[in-house]
């Protein structure tokens, strides 16, 4: 492994354990109901993990990005209700790299093309309509990525001044239209390499870590629930067809999470298209998989919302949509591949990005 590619246990032990007091069903439940889980950000917040990989002299709080990567993982185990994406390692990534604050609240991230931004004395006014922006009704601060005259721009909006529409994913998370009216904000120009493909790409690594996380918690609940279950005398997990369920579900969630953690190791070194494009189709066919087998090994038990199966597979299924689809994966992987011609495959594969990085321009 290359330097700050390992990640320290205690992160892993810290917030597994922060995760698992913090959100138990009722919690999780709760702030779907409510939209919002304060005293869950708070807890979270406090131990410096929303900021992890982000510079510490901007406010941030130091570590890797395979830190930030074991973090959503474990976010996504355990089904936390909480933006731990979006606020550091996507909207506090554009923030800081364009040399803007980080608040001390949560930050939530959104790119667009269609926004209108005109110069002021203090940065941009920004018109017009964002949809599906995450956690847009607990975030302080919005990071977006606009095009001024050709020029990637990262611009800080208070959301205060903004007005939103409320919206939800399948999983009750909150994904509101956020509309701004002329709104001024703060503007930098962005990091060098981060444009909106830049953003598309490490938004999908964020997903492919926290549905790895996901997977691999629905996969134990199911051992777990077959084991106790008990049907014409013995245990449901010793009937070969349920058996065959169990292992398909514990296959996608070992397949998901070293997927993940590739793109994540991949990433650290450089350009990571390839590896996280992959990573991200991967995740989604595991989802899809997982979650049929899971939900048949449970039976009706899993669709109640008593027991705790839906809260895993609803994000999962939200999550496999958001930053790229198995479609949209799917072919830039097959332009990619195309792209690189016959004698070109094989070291694709087997290198990676040190050989699509000879032509993923091609097919941004």
Not at 115 to 124: F, P, R, V
Not at 269 to 277: D, K, L, M, N
Request: charged content about 20%; glycine content about 10%; overall charge negative.
């Amino acid at each position: 492994m290359t330097a700050g590619s390992q990640v320290d246990p205690l992160i892993t032990e810290t917030a597994d354990r922060v995760f698992r007091e913090l959100c138990p069903h009722e919690a999780i439940q709760a702030a779907e109901d409510t939209g919002a889980a304060e005293e869950i950000w708070a807890a979270f917040a406090a131990t410096g993990f929303p900021w992890i990989s982000l510079p510490t002299e901007q406010g941030g709080s130091g570590g890797s990005l395979a830190d930030a990567l074991e973090v959503l993982r474990l976010a996504g185990y355990h089904a936390a209700p909480v933006a731990a994406a979006e606020t550091g390692m996507l909207g506090g990534w554009l923030l800081a790299g364009a040399n803007l604050e980080l608040p001390d609240g949560i930050v939530t991230v959104a790119s667009s093309s269609s926004i209108e931004a005109t110069a002021t004395s203090n940065g941009l006014a920004l018109t017009g309509s964002l949809p599906r922006v995450a956690w847009a009704n607990v975030a302080d601060r919005l990071a977006l990525l606009v095009e001024v005259d050709g020029q990637p721009m990262v611009a800080s909006v208070p959301l205060e001044a903004c007005t939103s529409t409320p919206m939800t994913n399948l999983a009750g998370e909150r994904r509101d239209t956020v509309r701004l009216e002329g709104v001024e904000a703060q503007a930098a120009p962005a990091a060098a390499g981060v444009d909106a493909v830049a953003l598309r790409f490490r938004g999908a690594l964020s997903r492919a870590a926290l549905m790895a996380g996901a997977i691999e918690k629905i996969s134990q609940l199911t051992v777990s629930y077959t084991t106790e279950r008990v049907q014409f005398g013995r245990p449901v997990a010793r009937f070969q067809a349920v058996q065959q369920h169990l292992v398909w579900a514990a296959q996608d969630a070992a397949l998901v999470r070293m997927a993940a953690e590739s793109a994540g190791r991949a990433a650290s070194r450089g350009p990571a298209g390839f590896e996280i494009a992959s990573a991200k189709l991967i995740a989604n066919q595991g989802a899809a998989r997982a979650t049929k087998a899971c939900h048949q090994a449970h039976g009706a038990m899993g669709m109640t919302q008593e027991y705790p199966l839906h809260h895993y597979t609803r994000r999962l299924w939200s999550w496999r949509k958001e930053y790229g689809g198995e479609r949209e994966w799917s072919r830039w992987l097959g332009e990619l591949a195309v792209a690189q011609g016959a004698d070109g495959l094989y070291p694709l594969i087997t290198g990676g990005s040190e050989a699509a990085n000879q032509t993923e321009e091609h097919v941004r």
